[in-house]
């Protein structure tokens, strides 16, 4: 591709914190008129590049080239960003609900020329007229759909004359008919010559919008491609860093777990979905098993297992315990079945910082027991003191407030809260993120304890290694639903991301 055709080149982008590379020579193209996927898992550096790009604040490219048009481009600052025309609409929408959609197409502008109502609410007619865009200037922003909200902050940044339009996560929040509206006017932006990059982690929509795609990883780039020439299977492994070639099989200790013809499941559930947009799903876990969900990060792991909890708002489907029907509808009716839940962020859904490891310890039995049946300091001092010594938690007591302990240890103090309600059934959302590996091959070796014991665990990690060592039988899901069920022989990595890429369609 000549130079000449390119809008935007980001050229050699360093961008460095304390202790973090975050982004490492990476070189990033877009061309007029096309939509480019940039694409990575969790820490791939997606964000980084895009906010160096926008000039958000703290995020200068240490070294590096950007032009746009063939023109060196300084962005220092958002304002930066928006003179030579580009512009971002993010997952979460930053207009105001409260103003009429005419208001919320000019706030913020400079030219005093818009506190003409009338020409302000012709012009945005116009605007929404020709995006084919379904809303009127008048009507308040609150009472248009997400989608259209999306779409609205879209004209927005167009009529702003934007060259480069970035679409961070766009369609997370919407429905099928909604993405296809969404697509379309992408499509049409496009025959106007804008480039659009587009972030999402749907391999579906991916295929179905965009001409070319970056991969990145680890603060680098692996690559960029024309979509004809990308298989799904090969942008997988692109963005996991495994070679279909060269994958060796890792066998884990456990395979020891089999299913008796005449075993009943401790839990099942039918047609289960919630409101975090997850598809209906089905689901069994037998006594002393260990599974999994996989897929690449946004596929819908995490609300597979947050609906089973009853953590996000349940809408329908059916759940058994032991093989009666029970009802889960918020947490407290899933702990009180033997159900426990370690959330796949620690920081915001399992630790309270300010407390000390001993009362953020015995918190989940303490809601159990009922907060006006407080545990005496000797009964919350046996269990701390047991507890730190089964997990070997590194803590120089009890009372040490909790945000004070390293990441693994913070973890495996909500770990023992968890086991401390001796559960019949224990979901472990990344339990092994952001630890050190010694920490993690105790978690790992702890997990496959449990099941000997006889204890259910649902396993998800984004390593899949670690899931291949620790499950017996994975469920494999992609863009929100469940799209195979592997154990045996299937279970390796070439098989998993077959089954994670649906095949070459």
């Given amino acids: 591709m000549g130079k000449e055709s390119a809008l935007l080149e980001m050229r050699n982008i360093h961008k460095s914190f304390p202790g973090v590379r975050a982004l490492q020579g990476v070189d990033f193209t877009l061309r007029a008129g096309e939509v480019h996927a940039l694409m990575g898992e969790n820490g791939a550096g997606k964000s980084t590049l895009i906010k160096v ?28 960003a928006q003179k030579v ?11 105001c609900p409260n103003l009429s959609v005419a208001e919320n197409m000019y706030i913020g502008r400079t030219q005093s020329v818009y506190q003409n109502w009338k020409k302000m609410n012709e012009d945005t007619e116009k605007i929404l007229q020709s995006l084919e865009i379904p809303a009127t200037a008048t009507q308040q922003l609150e009472s248009c759909s997400i989608a259209v909200q999306q779409m609205i902050a879209i004209a927005r940044a167009v009529d702003m004359e934007c060259k480069v339009l970035i679409l961070d996560e766009p369609t997370s929040s919407l429905d099928e008919q909604e993405v296809a509206k969404l697509f379309k006017l992408m499509r049409d932006l496009k025959k106007r010559g804008v480039g659009i990059i587009f972030v999402t982690h749907f391999l579906d929509q991916v295929y179905e919008i965009c001409d070319r795609i970056t991969v990145m990883r680890d603060g680098k780039l692996v690559g960029e491609y024309e979509i004809k020439d990308l298989p799904r299977v ?19 200790e456990q395979k020891a777990y089999e299913r008796k013809k005449d075993t009943a499941p401790v839990f099942e559930a039918e047609e289960l979905y919630s409101d975090a947009g997850i598809k209906p799903f089905n689901f069994h876990i037998d006594k002393g098993e260990v599974n999994g969900f996989t897929g690449l990060l946004g596929s ?6 947050r609906a089973i909890f009853g953590a996000d708002r349940v809408l329908g489907g ?52 009922g907060f006006f049946k407080p545990f005496s ?4 001092n046996k269990f701390a003191d047991e507890y730190i010594k089964l ?83 994975l469920i494999v899901m992609r863009d ?22 649906g095949g070459d369609r």
């Avoid at 032991?322 to 399992?350: C, H, N, T, V």
């Avoid at 407390?355 to 303490?366: C, E, G, M, P, T």
């Avoid at 070796?445 to 990690?461: Q, W």
């Avoid at 998993?496 to 890429?501: L, Y």
Wanted: hydrophobic residues 35%; glycine residues 8%.
């Fill in 480 to 501: 929100r639903k469940v799209v195979g069920e592997l154990s045996g022989d299937e279970l390796n990595q070439t098989t998993i991301m077959n089954t994670i890429a």
């Fill in 318 to 369: 059916k759940v058994k315990k032991d093989g009666k029907d029970i009802k889960i509808s918020k947490p407290i009716d899933a702990m009180r079945q033997g159900i426990a839940y370690l959330p796949e962020d620690r920081k915001i859904d399992g630790i309270v910082g300010e407390l000390s490891v001993r009362d953020n310890l015995i918190l989940a039995q303490q809601v159990l027991k």
């Fill in 300 to 305: 819908g792991r995490s609300e597979c297992v």
């Fill in 234 to 252: 090969k942008l997988v492994s692109a963005m996991l860093g495994k070679e279909l070639d060269d994958m060796a099989d890792i066998q884990g």
């Fill in 391 to 473: 997990l070997s938690i590194k803590t120089a007591s009890a009372d040490t407030p909790i945000k004070s302990l390293s990441g693994g240890n913070q973890q495996k103090v909500i770990l023992a809260r968890w086991l401390l309600t001796h559960p019949d059934y224990l979901i472990l959302d990344e339990p092994t993120r952001g630890i050190d590996v010694g920490t993690k091959v105790d978690i790992q070796k702890l997990v496959l304890k449990l099941a000997s014991e006889g204890m259910s665990v649902t396993f998800i990690s984004s390593e899949m290694d670690e899931m291949l060592r620790t499950c017996s039988r």
């Fill in 85 to 95: 025309g580009i512009s971002t609409v993010y997952q979460e929408i930053t207009l």
């Fill in 377 to 380: 300091k000797a009964e919350a």
């Fill in 53 to 80: 790009l926008t000039g958000v604040s703290g995020y200068v490219k240490d070294e590096g080239t950007i032009s746009l048009e063939g023109k060196p481009a300084s962005i220092r600052s958002p304002q930066d």
